[in-house]
């Protein structure tokens, strides 16, 4: 009956980022380096305001969009971060994690035989769902650039057929972000453009040198513009599940009528935490972003060390150094490392086509295991 099922489902794999944390179970004493989750725990304070949210019997339905207060919360830190101005009764939605806030946006706008431009290499979150919506992921190479998807590469790409483009600042698996004159070329091109920017700030909170910027920021871009944004990463928050959707309520309307059929409303204790998250703890993140810079600078100088050509990332918590000299490819490299000396890193072929030549490293773990996983890699490449 395997043959009744979707043929586009049946030839969706596992996240070659999952395949890997698997395989670590596998061996003994591992230092895995594999998977987006920050070591801090969430701070008291989000957790005392969950507890209370359950003691005062908030476990019921919310809205579909959130309830006001966390989207009144979730607006007020958009405008004092990154100076954008959202209606929170119209404008904000609050999403089970920003995967899914991905995952409605594209169901919105997104139609058979429509494109949609992506930065390679990506997070493989974005492909799978574009070609369930019946459109085109396009690729673009963007290695030879210091993964930058700039305005020059964008231009090569847009066809009539274009309906979106996802930018990711700071980007998974790469780190790197672009300047708000990155941002502006961007713009330049597309505004009078019948098309879609998705911009994935999901990291924006963990920039390490210079602040962020949204491309909806800048004139003509913010009515074509969706942020997709959460908690799982500024907060530590990650099983939470809180997303945030920013978008013109002209569009907004219709992104969260997928949203109510697809989840009805995210946690009514998530929210509650939520609001304490983007309120009282509206800088939480920022001793979290001083260490991950930290370990940044530490991990980079040890890659340089020991061979490496490495892009040094601005932002999140990852590195993608290239293995391409060592002549080995990315599964084989990694699998390997895993093997011989019980280091684990996602290979960079898990991250669309142009990233074969690379690994990922997560930097979202203790200096202690950072700096012995450091150790074993240069050991590992030593013997190669």
Not at 23 to 37: A, C, H, N, P, W
Not at 39 to 67: M, Q, R, S, W
Not at 316 to 329: C, H, N, Q, R, T
Request: aromatic share 8%; proline share 5%; with cysteine.
């Amino acid at each position: 009956m395997e043959h009744l099922i979707r043929a586009d489902v049946r030839g969706i794999e596992v996240s070659g980022i999952r395949k890997m944390a698997n395989k670590v179970s596998q061996y003994e004493g591992v230092l895995s380096l594999t998977i987006g989750q920050p070591d801090f725990p969430t701070p008291k304070h989000i957790l005392e305001a969950a507890k209370h949210a359950i003691d005062n019997g908030e476990t019921v339905y919310t809205p579909n969009a959130g309830t006001l207060q966390l989207r009144k919360a979730a607006a007020n830190f958009m405008q004092h971060k990154y100076g954008l101005t959202y209606d929170p009764s119209e404008e904000v939605i609050v999403t089970v994690g920003a995967s899914e806030a991905i995952d409605v946006a594209f169901r919105t706008i997104l139609e058979e035989g429509t494109e949609v431009l992506l930065p390679g290499p990506i997070y493989p979150g974005y492909e799978p769902i574009i070609r369930m919506c019946g459109a085109k992921p396009v690729h673009v190479d963007t290695t030879g650039n210091g993964f930058k998807l700039t305005a020059e590469l964008i231009k090569t790409h847009l066809t009539e057929r274009t309906r979106c483009i996802v930018l990711a600042s700071p980007s998974n698996p790469t780190g790197c972000t672009l300047s708000e004159g990155e941002l502006k070329e961007i713009a330049d091109l597309v505004q009078d453009r019948e098309l879609f920017v998705l911009s994935d700030e999901i990291y924006s909170e963990l920039v390490f040198d210079g602040t962020h910027s949204s491309i909806a920021a800048l004139p003509g871009l913010r009515e074509k513009t969706i942020v997709i944004n959460g908690l799982s990463k500024s907060h530590s928050m990650t099983g939470w599940r809180v997303g945030l959707l920013f978008a013109p309520a002209y569009l907004a309307r219709h992104i969260v009528k997928v949203h109510q059929y697809n989840v009805t409303c995210a946690s009514s204790v998530s929210q509650a935490a939520a609001v304490e998250a983007l309120t009282a703890g509206i800088d939480d993140a920022l001793p979290m972003r001083d260490e991950y810079a930290r370990r940044r600078d530490y991990a980079y100088d040890r890659l340089v060390a020991a061979g490496f050509d490495v892009v040094k990332p601005n932002g999140a918590f990852y590195i993608f150094p290239s293995v391409e000299k060592f002549g080995l490819d990315s599964t084989t490299f990694a699998h390997r490392l895993l093997e011989e000396k019980r280091v684990a890193v996602v290979p960079g072929a898990a991250f669309a086509p142009y990233g074969d030549n690379y690994i990922r490293i997560s930097y979202a773990c203790s200096m202690e295991v950072l700096r012995e996983a450091m150790d074993r890699i240069h050991s590992f490449v030593e013997g190669l």
